[in-house]
């Protein structure tokens, strides 16, 4: 199996079989062979400790592209590298995988990249990261101890199926315990409910309870749903619920989805269609009329589940009446349910990067990957209250000055201990957001909801069509 794992290509589409066999005839298949012949360069030592952060006036110009949102790589903090660092222009570009891989394919590819945790096993297995730990070995910024865990989804002992530990191929810029949930105390209240504890954590089943008391009907029109979670997440979620019974949505080689004969599998998707069918999340027979994030900082949403990370958005999307709320402590974070008795709370998305093998000039690119995730910009995000550190030597610069803050960080703390998970992604699979899992029940939900398939049909149809999307890679690989 490990050298089944050595070559997938790049699964790239969206997300049915025909999808994906016609991105693979198109792209996928060049981009797949360009990656394996540029591959990872052997590795070699780095030429100087790179904690040493500024470059001879007399250096070769060199440029390093970094593909990373706007949002999270600004234009002033760009300038403040080069200004440190006169021997190396820093440029930005949009993330978009698809133009990744294409650029993987004419050799050109951009020196850091941006991914989600989900995607880092097929990227490994195609032998795409540098590896790391010969630079964090000699490094004065990145020591491995001061890792937070979250930064396991990006280090290997052997393989795509060894993640979790060893060495280190790529960081996250900064992480949040994913599962926690978000509440309007006063909605809560209006309803006559209970205020939820901020301490010992619901069982979802409590959740559906809360979500269905507190949605709001005119006739059969929705004026304020009940609960909603991340939808291209679901698969995700269904793998932290059965991973804490010592189960799993996939064989244990990842060759082949477990879910039409698999009783606690069902059942998890069962959650999130009754859910949608019961109008108490959003889905396409009651669309969100923004996204959930918005409607619950609009008042349209009563309780929400999103990280850490959603305390920093809240204060900037929320309108005056909803501000006047978060002074006064009324929208707060609660902890992560638990599934069946089992308390976890991973992060499930992990957003980091990588720095590409065939990138030319890898001393350069570690020394931007190092100044993002362990200099002044991971400082700022630190102090922004946006996520929590990738360092957990940073972790004293989050906020937790104010009513709403401290009751943030007081929850927040408490997750550590549960959000030490690395959740084992299947290695064969594109693992974008959403996911392939996750865009088949997407699709094939919204039929069973207008009454055109069935509930067990649908099941088979997931099932089926996630392991023709797993034979494909294995095909591909010709093993």
Same mark, same amino acid.
């Not at 440029?91 to 990744?100: G, H, L, M, Q, S």
């Not at 599962?179 to 301490?199: A, C, H, K, R």
């Given at each position: 199996?490990?050298?089944?794992?050595?070559?997938?290509?790049?699964?790239?589409?969206?997300?049915?079989?025909?999808?994906?066999?016609?991105?693979? *005839?198109?792209?996928?298949?060049?981009?797949?062979?360009?990656?394996?012949?540029?591959?990872?360069?052997?590795?070699?030592?780095?030429?100087?400790?790179?904690?040493?952060?500024?470059?001879?006036?007399?250096?070769?110009?060199?440029?390093?592209?970094?593909?990373?949102?706007?949002?999270?790589?600004?234009?002033?903090?760009?300038?403040?590298?080069?200004?440190?660092?006169?021997?190396?222009?820093?440029?930005?570009?949009?993330?978009?995988?698809?133009?990744?891989?294409?650029?993987?394919?004419?050799?050109?590819?951009?020196?850091?990249?941006?991914?989600?945790?989900?995607?880092?096993?097929?990227?490994?297995?195609?032998?795409?990261?540098?590896?790391?730990?010969?630079?964090?070995?000699? @490094?004065?910024?990145?020591?491995?101890?001061?890792?937070?865990?979250?930064?396991?989804?990006?280090?290997?002992?052997?393989?795509?199926?060894?993640?979790? @530990?060893?060495?280190?191929?790529?960081?996250?810029?900064?992480?949040?315990?994913?599962?926690?949930?978000?509440?309007?105390?006063?909605?809560?209240?209006?309803?006559?409910?209970?205020?939820?504890?901020?301490?010992?954590?619901?069982?979802?089943?409590?959740?559906?309870?809360?979500?269905?008391?507190?949605?709001?009907?005119?006739?059969?029109?929705?004026?304020?749903?009940?609960?909603?979670?991340?939808?291209?997440?679901?698969?995700?979620?269904?793998?932290?619920?059965?991973?804490?019974?010592?189960?799993?949505?996939?064989?244990?080689?990842?060759?082949?989805?477990?879910?039409?004969?698999?009783?606690?599998?069902?059942?998890?998707?069962?959650?999130?269609?009754?859910?949608?069918?019961?109008?108490?999340?959003?889905?396409?027979?009651?669309?969100?009329?923004?996204?959930?994030?918005?409607?619950?900082?609009?008042?349209?949403?009563?309780?929400?589940?999103?990280?850490?990370?959603? @305390?920093?958005?809240?204060?900037? $999307?929320?309108?005056?009446?909803?501000?006047?709320?978060?002074?006064?402590?009324?929208?707060?974070?609660?902890?992560?349910?638990? $599934?069946?008795?089992?308390?976890?709370?991973?992060?499930?998305?992990?957003?980091?990067?990588?720095?590409?093998?065939?990138?030319?000039?890898?001393?350069?690119?570690?020394?931007?990957?190092?100044?993002?995730?362990?200099?002044?910009?991971?400082?700022?995000?630190?102090?922004?209250?946006?996520?929590?550190?990738?360092?957990?030597?940073?972790?004293?610069?989050?906020?937790?000055?104010?009513?709403?803050?401290?009751?943030?960080?007081?929850?927040?703390?408490?997750?550590?201990?549960?959000?030490?998970?690395?959740?084992?992604?299947?290695?064969?699979?594109?693992?974008?957001?959403?996911?392939?899992?996750?865009?088949?029940?997407?699709?094939?939900?919204?039929?069973?909801?207008?009454?055109?398939?069935?509930?067990?049909?649908?099941?088979?149809?997931?099932?089926?069509?996630?392991?023709? *999307?797993?034979?494909?890679?294995?095909?591909?690989?010709?093993?």
């Amino acid at each position: 199996m490990d050298k089944m794992l050595t070559r997938i290509p790049d699964r790239g589409g969206r997300y049915s079989r025909r999808q994906f066999l016609r991105l693979a *005839a198109v792209s996928t298949s060049a981009a797949w062979l360009a990656a394996c012949a540029a591959g990872a360069p052997a590795q070699q030592a780095p030429a100087a400790e790179v904690g040493d952060t500024a470059a001879p006036a007399d250096a070769a110009a060199v440029t390093i592209e970094y593909m990373m949102g706007e949002a999270e790589l600004s234009p002033a903090e760009i300038e403040q590298f080069q200004g440190a660092n006169p021997g190396i222009t820093l440029t930005r570009v949009e993330p978009d995988a698809t133009k990744y891989f294409a650029s993987l394919a004419a050799g050109t590819p951009p020196d850091l990249f941006r991914l989600q945790a989900p995607q880092f096993p097929l990227l490994l297995a195609r032998e795409i990261p540098l590896n790391l730990q010969p630079y964090i070995d000699v @490094s004065t910024a990145i020591k491995v101890d001061d890792l937070a865990a979250a930064n396991n989804y990006y280090r290997s002992s052997g393989g795509a199926l060894d993640i979790g @530990s060893g060495d280190v191929y790529g960081m996250v810029k900064d992480w949040s315990p994913d599962l926690t949930i978000w509440v309007n105390l006063d909605q809560i209240e209006e309803v006559g409910l209970p205020t939820p504890s901020f301490t010992e954590p619901m069982d979802y089943t409590e959740v559906r309870a809360y979500g269905e008391a507190l949605a709001k009907f005119d006739g059969d029109r929705s004026v304020r749903r009940g609960f909603d979670t991340q939808m291209p997440w679901v698969d995700r979620i269904w793998m932290v619920w059965l991973e804490g019974l010592g189960q799993s949505l996939f064989s244990e080689d990842f060759t082949k989805m477990d879910l039409v004969e698999n009783e606690a599998a069902r059942e998890a998707v069962r959650y999130h269609y009754d859910l949608a069918a019961d109008k108490i999340s959003s889905s396409p027979i009651n669309p969100s009329p923004s996204w959930a994030g918005q409607d619950f900082a609009n008042g349209e949403l009563s309780m929400v589940q999103y990280g850490f990370w959603f @305390s920093g958005g809240l204060m900037i $999307w929320a309108g005056d009446e909803m501000k006047q709320q978060i002074e006064e402590g009324r929208l707060v974070m609660l902890p992560s349910p638990t $599934w069946k008795g089992v308390r976890r709370g991973p992060t499930i998305t992990a957003t980091g990067s990588i720095v590409t093998g065939a990138t030319q000039n890898p001393d350069e690119a570690y020394k931007v990957f190092e100044w993002y995730n362990a200099l002044e910009p991971a400082q700022n995000r630190a102090a922004s209250g946006w996520g929590v550190p990738a360092l957990k030597s940073m972790y004293d610069a989050i906020p937790k000055d104010g009513p709403y803050r401290s009751q943030v960080w007081s929850v927040l703390e408490a997750e550590f201990e549960f959000a030490e998970t690395t959740v084992r992604f299947n290695p064969y699979l594109q693992g974008g957001e959403p996911g392939v899992a996750a865009s088949l029940f997407l699709q094939f939900y919204e039929q069973v909801l207008k009454g055109d398939l069935t509930f067990d049909e649908m099941l088979q149809q997931l099932e089926s069509e996630t392991n023709l *999307a797993l034979q494909d890679g294995i095909d591909q690989i010709g093993a």
